[in-house]
């Protein structure tokens, strides 16, 4: 769906729309769409400005940060946003353009994609970093282990008495790689 500068003009837009999981390009490959898409939104002409105001849904796979399981999250995200020609900046002084106004997106020639605009949102709603569960014990750094799953036999070393000496031979090592 694109947003015309020269339709919104004449009148709002409202849109209620379902993407499909592979019909918008996320511009990630940390995850996946696994859901569709539900964008219920206003978009009108502010000033010159395009707004566009509404919230998204979906299903997201990504991986866990510790274990690099898949995980699924669940993404709802309202937006209130505000997009300006490309065209009326460069006419005017760039020193008018205020700090607070640097939160406003742009947009070159007749408008805009909504699919750009959801793919932005997605991306800002993503957690910074996504863990399984919070007590994910990760992957074991020597073999590689998933230790959520299965014990390995490196964790047993330490507490080897035996085996401590090349325990800490083996730390050392790996503090060297
Ligand atoms: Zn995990
Ligand atoms: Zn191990």
Same mark, same amino acid.
């Given at each position: 769906?694109?947003?015309? $500068?020269?339709?919104?003009?004449?009148?709002?837009?409202? =849109?209620?729309?379902?993407?499909?999981?592979?019909? =918008?390009?996320?511009?990630?490959?940390?995850?996946?769409? &696994?859901?569709?898409? #539900?964008?219920?939104?206003?978009? #009108?002409?502010?000033?010159?400005?395009?707004? &566009?105001?509404?919230?998204?849904?979906?299903?997201?796979?990504?991986?866990?940060?510790?274990?690099?399981?898949? $995980?699924?999250?669940?993404?709802?995200?309202?937006?209130?946003?505000?997009?300006?020609?490309?065209?009326?900046?460069?006419?005017?002084? #760039?020193?008018?353009?205020?700090?607070?106004?640097?939160? &406003?997106?742009?947009?070159?020639?007749?408008?805009?994609?909504?699919?750009? &605009?959801?793919?932005?949102? $997605?991306?800002?709603?993503?957690?910074?970093? $996504?863990?399984?569960?919070?007590?994910?014990?990760?992957?074991?750094?020597?073999?590689?282990?998933?230790?959520?799953? #299965?014990?390995?036999?490196?964790?047993?070393?330490?507490?080897?008495?035996?085996?401590a000496p090349l325990?800490?031979?083996?730390?050392?090592?790996?503090?060297?790689?």
């Open positions: 769906m694109f947003l015309d $500068v020269h339709e919104l003009a004449l009148h709002k837009a409202r =849109i209620r729309k379902t993407y499909a999981p592979g019909t =918008i390009d996320l511009h990630s490959a940390d995850f996946r769409q &696994i859901e569709p898409l #539900e964008v219920r939104a206003t978009a #009108e002409l502010l000033d010159g400005q395009i707004r &566009i105001t509404g919230n998204l849904h979906t299903k997201l796979e990504l991986i866990c940060a510790r274990c690099l399981d898949t $995980v699924t999250e669940e993404i709802s995200k309202d937006f209130d946003l505000f997009y300006r020609s490309m065209t009326t900046i460069a006419e005017e002084d #760039e020193a008018q353009l205020n700090l607070d106004e640097m939160d &406003i997106g742009f947009f070159e020639g007749d408008g805009m994609f909504l699919a750009d &605009i959801l793919a932005e949102q $997605v991306n800002l709603a993503l957690p910074m970093k $996504v863990i399984c569960r919070s007590d994910c014990r990760g992957l074991c750094p020597h073999c590689g282990v998933n230790l959520n799953n #299965e014990e390995c036999r490196c964790e047993k070393h330490p507490s080897d008495a035996r085996m325990a800490r031979l083996k730390q050392d090592w790996s503090k060297k790689q």
